[in-house]
């Protein structure tokens, strides 16, 4: 099972992204999508999450109202819509996958994506 995360770049503050994150693999069963992002010197910290089949989300409150999860379960991908970008957003962004609905626990994800970078300049 993998999962790789790509759209990252570099934007200036107030710019959008749009991340994305392939799943692939034989026998990839998911109850929840989630982001997390690390910034430099920083801890990684939980960002979004979905529920692959019911589509509930969550998001931590730092995001919210500004980034938006989603997932498209035929090509099983999941997306993270990033409007109104702030210095503060620059970090590795990670996509992970969890067979449970915890969505903020680190520990509950048993794969994770590489990351992809984005940076928000001031």
């Known amino acids: 099972v993998q999962l790789q995360a790509s759209g990252g770049g570099l934007v200036q503050t107030g710019a959008s992204l749009r991340l994305s994150c392939a799943t692939s693999?034989?026998?990839?069963?998911?109850?929840?999508l989630g982001w997390f992002r690390q910034a430099p010197g920083k801890e990684r910290e939980f960002v979004a999450a979905?529920?692959?089949?019911?589509?509930?989300?969550y998001y931590s409150d730092s995001v919210r109202g500004r980034f938006t999860v989603s997932r498209d379960k035929d090509k099983n991908i999941g997306y993270l819509q990033m409007n109104s970008l702030k210095p503060e957003d620059t970090a590795v962004y990670y996509c992970?996958?969890?067979?449970?609905?915890?969505?903020?626990?680190?520990?509950?994800?048993?794969?994770w994506g590489q990351g992809t970078l984005v940076t928000v300049s001031s």
């Open positions: 992970a996958a969890a067979s449970r609905w915890y969505p903020a626990n680190e520990n509950e994800y048993d794969y």
């Open positions: 693999g034989s026998g990839f069963s998911t109850d929840t």
């Open positions: 979905i529920s692959w089949i019911v589509g509930r989300t």
